[in-house]
């Protein structure tokens, strides 16, 4: 069995890195968020909006043309890259590199966008966060595991990991499939669930923040362009997991006592990320 360690507040203190006071947005980090479809543009919205909220200093989503004027209207501090296609990704193709990449989110899978997303894992080599339809797409494509760069990071919920590594009996055996499948292929595993867990090489790193407010719609995009922005920051990519999973769990505590469990929305994560931040700066 893999051993376990307890995500707390100082394992995440010696994790965190403060923003010095002579940053600016050149060197905090570009990060690209890839993904929507017609109808499910607002994931790309929260995952950028996560990303900046993070600390990264420039995000860009690339979506399809449908979503333009969606993302341009709601989140103004983002830019904007558009596919050819005007309803799905066919063709994702951008003109600068990323400090790091979250793919995914709301993308849908259309045949066009499967071959868009084999022709994306071919070329890329920045730092990579996959989630939702990516996720879907490489279980039915499993040979494309091998294309992933070292310690990407793999977001799936239940239902995702599922078709990733097959069924489980028990939560033992689910950590073992998990485990082993994050050792054969260097990856970096969120578990996502209550508790989420991080699993890498024979470690899972088990949060202690969050409750069932996060069980809303969007959750995961958020936490997805919350890890993204930390990758694009230099975080190392275990570590970016980590905080990034601590981060998105402590702001449904911190707002619980306003919002209850019911009214917690994904837009409320992003809300609260600064409160969050806060706390770890205190003693």
Not at 84 to 111: A, H, R, W
């Amino acid at each position: 069995m893999p051993s376990t360690i307890k995500i707390s507040k100082s394992f995440i203190q010696e994790l965190y890195q403060p923003t010095t006071k002579h940053s600016h947005k050149g060197i905090q980090g570009h990060a690209l968020l890839i993904g929507g479809s017609y109808g499910k543009i607002g994931s790309v919205c929260l995952a950028s909006k996560a990303a900046l909220k993070s600390g990264c200093g420039l995000v860009t989503a690339f979506i399809p043309k449908c979503g333009y004027q969606i993302i341009q209207t709601n989140f103004p501090e983002a830019m904007v890259l558009t596919d050819v296609n005007v309803e799905i990704l066919s063709k994702i193709d951008y003109n600068f590199t990323p400090n790091s990449i979250g793919i995914g989110m709301g993308m849908g899978q259309t045949l066009e966008t499967q071959k868009a997303f084999y022709d994306f894992l071919v070329s890329n080599k920045q730092s990579l966060v996959i989630d939702a339809d990516a996720l879907n797409i490489l279980s039915e494509n499993i040979e494309w595991v091998a294309l992933l760069p070292e310690k990407t990071i793999l977001t799936p919920h239940k239902m995702e990991l599922e078709r990733l590594i097959g069924v489980w009996k028990t939560d033992d055996e689910k950590l073992e499939k998990v485990t082993d499948f994050a050792v054969k292929n260097n990856l970096i595993i969120v578990v996502k669930g209550a508790p989420t867990e991080i699993v890498y090489g024979k470690t899972v790193y088990k949060n202690s923040t969050g409750n069932q407010a996060l069980a809303t719609a969007g959750s995961g995009d958020v936490l997805t362009g919350i890890i993204t922005g930390l990758l694009a920051q230099q975080y190392q990519p275990l570590h970016a997991a980590i905080l990034g999973v601590y981060l998105h769990g402590l702001t449904a505590d911190l707002a619980l006592p306003e919002t209850g469990y019911q009214s917690f929305l994904a837009s409320d994560i992003i809300n609260c990320l600064g409160k969050a931040y806060l706390s770890l700066e205190s003693k």
